[in-house]
């Protein structure tokens, strides 16, 4: 797990799918886009980062809707809580979005926001998303 946060996240499909192919796709985007984030890490390239950071939160809003529709669909009774986490998520990014606008260094907050992203998505996929996913195959069963 270790490893997972320090370098590039690598998609490993036993340990990530939740089972919905739609959504371990969104996921595998996501993936992608912090890894394009953390490569960019050291690049002065201000503009081309904050076309990454920005596609990648409209992607996560884009993808928490799915994921809600489905929870939603599928009768999950910790939607709530899930949305809540979403919700905590949208105004972490927001916050990050902001630092990185204003004046200051750049490289110190994309860094914290590299750290964070991959940390974020790796218990977003292994400890949330699995919970749906556990109960769906309950469901199934
Ligand atoms: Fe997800």
Not at 20 to 27: A, N, S
Not at 110 to 126: G, M
């Amino acid at each position: 797990m270790i490893t997972i946060i320090k370098d590039r996240i690598e998609w490993d499909h036993s340990l990530f799918s939740v089972g919905i192919e739609k959504i371990d796709d969104q996921h595998k985007v996501l993936v992608q886009l912090i890894n394009s984030i953390q490569l960019k890490k050291n690049s002065k390239d201000k503009d081309f980062i904050e076309k990454i950071v920005n596609t990648l939160v409209v992607y996560v809003e884009k993808h928490f809707h799915d994921e809600e529709q489905i929870m939603q669909n599928m009768g999950f009774p910790g939607l709530g809580k899930h949305k809540e986490k979403h919700g905590k998520f949208d105004q972490i990014a927001r916050e990050f979005a902001q630092k990185f606008s204003q004046p200051g260094d750049q490289a110190v907050v994309l860094e914290q926001l590299v750290a964070y992203l991959k940390k974020w998505l790796i218990s977003h996929i292994l400890v949330e998303d699995k919970a749906y996913k556990d109960y769906l195959f309950r469901k199934l069963d």
